[in-house]
C-alpha cells in the first residue's frame, strides 16, 4: 500500500517520539526523565493548538494534564489517557532495528513504544490538535492525562496516574467517560470485532510460607519447610475457583457468538442454557478459562541457598488475577483451607477489582456507531474484560464509565507489545485518529 502525506506526517510525528527512550523503572532514581522531557517538548512542538488553548498541568515526575473548558454543562466531562513510558527493549541482539531508532521499515515505524502505547497517545493527541486547529470547542470538559510508570510497580513513590486521577479528585471533577488502552479492531474470519475493554481482572500478589529452625540436609526429620510449601502449592492449583458467569462474561460471550461457527456459535449465543458446555470449553481454552474465574500462577519460590542446608524460611509467591464477585479477602480465605499445619499466607500486594462498565453505556453505544460508519455492518462490537491491567483503574472512582480501547485495526504486520522488533503499520495510524475525531465531536 502507497502511505499518503497524511500517513508520512503521522509516522513522521511517531518516529520522533520512539526515539525518546522512555524507560520507567520501579526506582524512579534510575528513570532518565530528561527522554520524558524530551518526548513533551516534542509533544509541543506538534500540537500547537492543544498546549495554547488547552490548560496545562505538570504532575510528579512527568505526569501531563491538560484541560478544555467546554461550552455547556450538561454533559458530564470526558477523559483521553495514554501512559508516555515503555517497557525495557531486552536482548537487543535480538531486535531487527535498534529499538529506540524509530526507523520507518517496510512502511511500519519500528521501535519500542510504537504499540504500547505511543501509538494512543499520538492518535489522541492528532485528533484533538486537527479539532482546535479547525475552531472547534467541545460542548463538556476535555481533559488528556498522560502517566509515566504504568509499565511498573513503584517501589519509593506512589504512581504517577494516581498522581494524575488524585488531582482531579481534589477538584471535585466527576467523568462521564474515560478512554484508554486495551481493545482494538482485530479481523476475526469474514467479521471484524471491535474489542472494548469494559473492566479489569485485578492483579494480587500473595505468599505462602513456613518458617523452620533450618539444620543439616542428612537429618531432615519427617519434613521440611519447603516440602510442606510444595504440599500447600499442590492443593492449591488442584482446587482451582470455581467457574462463574459474570454480567460483563456473558455479554462478551453473547457478542463473540456471531463470531464463532457451529455449536461454538450456539452455546456462546445461550451461556446460561449451555453453561456445562461453556465450561468445558474453559477447561480446554486458556483465555475462556480466565474469563470465568479468578486465575492462580504460582511465579516464584524460595528456600535455602546450598543443597545440603536445610531451608529456615521456603516461600512461595502467586500471581492471582481476582475476577469481579471476589475479593483479595475472600480469595485469602478461599486458600486458607487448603494450607499444611505450619504453612501461612500473607496478602503482599493488590486491590479488589473494580465494578465493570456498562455495555450499553452512551460511550461504548456511540463508539459501536462510528466503527460501524468506519469499516462496515460487518464490524462486531465485543465488549470483553481485560486479563492485564492498565492505568485507567485509578480514574475508575471518579468516572462513570471506563472504555479500554485504542481505535487501533490490527493485522498480520503489527509486531507485539513487549517483545522484540515492535512496530505499527504507518497506515494504522490515520483510521485511529479519524475514530477520535468523529467521537469528541459527536460526544
Known sequence: MTLT??????????????????????DVQKVNWQEFKKQQDLLQAFYPAVFRKMQIE???????????????????????????????????????????????????????????CKHLLLAELEAVEALLQEGWRPEYDLYLSFGYSEEVYLENDVDGAEKLARNLEQKGVRLGLVIDEGGSVVP??????????????????????QNSPGGHSSKPGKGTALGAVAKAIVAIETHPFPYRLTPLAKAQLQATAPLKEGKVAEYYADPEKYWDAICDLGQQDPELDALLHTTIAFTMASASKQPNV??????????????????????????????????????????????????????VKLAESILKEQYGANLQAVPFLMLGGTDSHYYKRIADNVMLFSGYKKDARWGQAHQVNEKIPADAIAPSVRFFKTFLKRY
Open 310 to 363: 536445610l531451608p529456615s524460611r521456603a516461600a512461595a509467591q502467586m500471581s492471582v488475577r481476582v475476577l469481579q464477585g471476589d475479593t483479595v479477602a475472600s480469595c485469602m480465605e478461599y486458600f486458607k483451607q487448603f494450607l499444611p499445619e505450619g504453612v501461612k499466607i500473607r496478602h503482599v500486594s493488590g486491590k479488589d477489582p473494580l465494578p465493570a462498565s456498562d455495555p450499553n453505556s452512551r460511550g
Open 58 to 116: 505538570h504532575v510528579g515526575q512527568a505526569g501531563l494534564q491538560l484541560y478544555l473548558k467546554g461550552t455547556k454543562d450538561e454533559k458530564k466531562p470526558l477523559l483521553l489517557m495514554a501512559h508516555q513510558d515503555v517497557v525495557e527493549t531486552g536482548d537487543t541482539a535480538q531486535w531487527k532495528f535498534p529499538p529506540f531508532s524509530g526507523v520507518l521499515l517496510d512502511d511500519c515505524v519500528c521501535g519500542r513504544g510504537t504499540t504500547d
Open 5 to 26: 502525506k497524511l500517513d508520512l506526517s503521522y509516522a513522521d510525528h511517531l518516529q520522533q517520539l520512539v526515539r525518546c527512550a522512555t524507560v520507567s523503572n520501579a
Open 188 to 209: 476475526e474470519g469474514k467479521f471484524l470485532a471491535a474489542r472494548m475493554g469494559l473492566a479489569e481482572k485485578s492483579p494480587v500478589n500473595y505468599e505462602i510460607y
